[in-house]
T-cell receptor, first 113, second 115 residues
């Protein structure tokens, strides 16, 4: 069974610092990995999707890397802003063809002005 | 804007009283998913529709059912809600084809309370 772990559960950083969020998964046979953002009491917003054949994806201040063999992904957020405060969830695909995802519990981030 | 819409935003039901949550999409995606998310927990996949084909997760209780009458709409039915079913229910869509996996698009969720 695929297990996705995100540590730490919560972290605070001063505004302007770079954020580094880590995700690990137990089964390296994934088809893609996605990072999502969730604001309190809201749905999830997709940030980045990395196909299994890719090593990283970038969008603006966000960069996500994927190391399938070691079962790890890292999300970098450059020059953090108070608006980046949210929970960030990592998810890996469970199978080919249906895009069923297994999620981690998330990293709750607070950016202090 | 194209989007995934869930109604209602908040739903309160009584223990054992059937409840239906709804989801609609204007993205014309062929796959729709229902996830359950309890407080501070990871979202858990309940089931999904690939076009008209229903796919249940092995550990989804029989108490949970789903209907997809057309491409745009999908419903989650909880036949006899228990206190443990209080959670945020998230609907999501995805366009799958030609070996490429698109991002999942989520609705804002329905927060279900069971009294």
């Amino acid at each position: 069974k695929q297990e996705v772990t995100q540590i730490p559960a919560a972290l605070s950083v001063p505004e302007g610092e770079n954020l580094v969020l880590n995700c690990s998964f137990t089964d390296s046979a994934i088809y893609n990995l996605q990072w999502f953002r969730q604001d309190p009491g809201k749905g999830l917003t997709s940030l980045l999707l990395i196909q299994s054949s890719q090593r990283e994806q970038t969008s603006g201040r966000l960069n996500a890397s994927l190391d399938k063999s070691s079962g790890r992904s890292t999300l970098y957020i450059a020059a953090s802003q108070p608006g980046d405060s949210a929970t960030y969830l990592c998810a890996v695909s469970l199978d080919y063809g249906n895009n069923r995802l297994a999620f981690g519990k998330g990293n709750q981030v607070v950016v202090i002005p | 804007d194209a989007m995934v819409i869930q109604n209602p935003r908040y739903q309160v039901t009584q223990f054992g009283k059937p409840v239906t949550l709804s989801c609609s999409q204007t993205l014309n995606h062929n796959v729709m998913y229902w996830y359950q998310q309890k407080s501070s927990q990871a979202p858990k996949l309940l089931f999904h529709y690939y076009d008209k084909d229903f796919n249940n997760e092995a550990d989804t209780p029989d108490n949970f059912q789903s209907r997809r009458p057309n491409t745009s709409f999908c419903f989650l039915d909880i036949r006899s809600p228990g206190l443990g079913d209080a959670a945020m229910y998230l609907c999501a869509t995805s366009a799958i084809g030609a070996g490429q996996f698109e991002k999942l698009f989520f609705g804002s969720g329905t927060q279900l309370s069971v009294l």
